[in-house]
């Protein structure tokens, strides 16, 4: 209703007069009003600790020391493995949590600092604790299957060594050879390579002999038959995605190392692997994983 | 129609009976015109049409004072959010017009600058302060308006501008430099 314009009556009387035939909004309006915010707030932080735990997963779960293999530098794999989505995503819900938190009844008295503070310690926690639990991959998939434009880290991952010709193939370790000098692996892709393992030290051969996903570098083979694409292993490393604080177990060994199985691991590598481009950053990688298992 | 009931109990009493509401308009009739007239509402029709529309919204929203806020700053908020939107409405430029000599904003100004002899000397005129505030762009002059003119505590302008407090230092901090930049020029060089 505009203004009554009887300037001449008090202002107390023009008001009660306007009042008269008003009633005051009840009480509930505003405290659900209040909890609605305040509830969307949270749901922002909930959705914020979502995305860290994805965030977690995704960066948990990018073998960062095979950068040069993969990428050629770190920088690069960097920008190809960092979570964008889920950092926007982040970003989105801790502005949204901030924005309904202002709008309860005594939200204007935070800084935006001290809400957007608290919106990320909270979802850092949250999230921290869904990975450590153990559902981050779920959370990361589940979530990360639905944007047209997202494909989960894992997935992400295994298109990096789905690339012979650069060297690199991965997939599930299906028949080993006693000897394990040769090994089958059925790719990422569904395809069926045969590696040769002639150059494998005995860390990679333990970690063939285990089974289960395997990365591969190598220099692929011209020859192919009926059975398969001939590929030459100088590295093997497992594929193993991190689940919250530990690596999912691999099946059970598919082969046991014997002493006597009379084909032994050679000490040094043959020039073939050693011309491989990121020979030297793989053997440290060899060097320090070999430092940390003898620590352990 | 006298009171010596709290703002509280005046506001609970209203819930039940329209009339006591009247206490409330009484109470802070003048002081929420004077405040309109120094946010630069310079019409008194329009003051009154502003308050009218502040006291009608205060009485429908009754139901969502915050009982630990102070009553006051609750009505200076809702009226200096129709004020607001009576300026955009209106596109008007504010006439200020500052009835006083803005004394207690010349001592903090004073006490900010390095030429006090100078400043005892001379004394703004409240007509060049009403110019200089109409050149300030309105949060600033809402700020410096409420702090020395209505004498609000750094907590009450939060309520009222709903703002964290850090925000209204900020505000004044700023408010106080855009208003040395706009004084004239004679008062900059004998005060500043």
Not at chain 1, 80 to 100: D, Q, S
Request: aromatic content about 10%.
């Amino acid at each position: 209703m505009p203004p009554s314009h009887h300037h001449d009556d008090p202002l107390t009387k023009r008001v009660l007069e306007r009042i008269s035939d008003e009633h005051v909004r009840p009480r509930w309006e505003f405290v659900v009003k209040n909890y609605f915010f305040w509830g969307l707030g949270a749901l922002a932080v909930l959705l914020g600790a979502l995305a860290v735990s994805a965030i977690l997963f995704e960066v948990t779960n990018v073998d960062w020391r095979l950068a040069s293999a993969t990428h050629g530098s770190l920088a690069a794999l960097i920008l190809a493995a960092a979570p964008y989505l889920w950092i926007v995503a982040l970003i989105v819900f801790v502005v949204v949590g901030y924005r309904n938190v202002r709008l309860t009844s005594r939200g204007y008295r935070y800084r935006l600092s001290t809400i957007a503070l608290g919106a990320v310690l909270t979802s850092l926690t949250l999230g921290s604790a869904l990975h450590m639990g153990g559902f981050s991959r779920a959370i990361e998939e589940s979530i990360g299957d639905h944007p047209a434009f997202y494909r989960p880290i894992l997935a992400t991952e295994q298109s990096w060594w789905n690339a012979p010709e650069k060297g690199l193939i991965g997939g599930v370790v299906t028949a080993v050879a006693p000897d394990i000098a040769s090994f089958t692996v059925r790719g990422f892709d569904g395809a069926t390579w045969q590696v040769d393992g002639d150059d494998l030290l005995l860390r990679d051969r333990t970690t063939v002999a285990r089974g289960g996903m395997v990365r591969i570098v190598g220099v692929p083979l011209v020859s192919t038959s009926t059975s398969g694409t001939f590929f030459h292993a100088c590295f093997v490393f497992p594929f193993a995605p991190m689940m919250g604080w530990r690596h999912m177990m691999p099946p059970p060994p598919l082969a046991t190392l014997a002493s006597t199985s009379g084909h032994e691991s050679p000490a040094e590598r043959s020039a073939e692997c050693r011309g491989i481009q990121p020979y030297h950053d793989l053997r440290q990688v060899e060097t320090d994983d070999a430092a940390a298992s003898n620590e352990n | 129609m006298q009171s010596d009931a709290t703002d509280q109990e005046i506001v609970r009493r209203t819930l039940h009976d329209k009339e006591s509401f009247a206490l409330l308009i009484e109470r802070y009739e003048a002081k929420l015109l004077r405040y309109l007239e120094r946010l630069g509402v310079g019409v008194r029709e329009d003051r009154e049409d502003i308050l009218q529309n502040a006291f009608v919204k205060a009485y429908k929203n009754l139901n969502s004072f915050d009982p630990e806020l102070e009553f006051s700053s609750w009505m200076y908020r809702i009226t200096h959010n129709e004020a607001m939107s009576f300026f955009r409405a209106k596109r008007a430029r504010p006439q200020v017009i500052l009835s006083e000599d803005g004394e207690l904003l010349l001592t903090e100004l004073r006490d900010e600058s390095s030429d006090t002899a100078a400043i005892a000397e001379h004394r703004l005129d409240s007509e060049e302060l009403a110019r200089a505030f109409a050149e300030l762009e309105p949060k600033y002059r809402t700020a410096l308006v409420l702090r020395f003119f209505e004498d609000r505590s750094y907590n009450e302008m939060s309520d009222i501008l709903q703002v964290p407090v850090g925000t209204v230092s900020t505000l004044l901090y700023r408010a106080k430099r855009e208003l040395k930049k706009v004084l004239p020029e004679h008062h900059r060089a004998n005060h500043f």
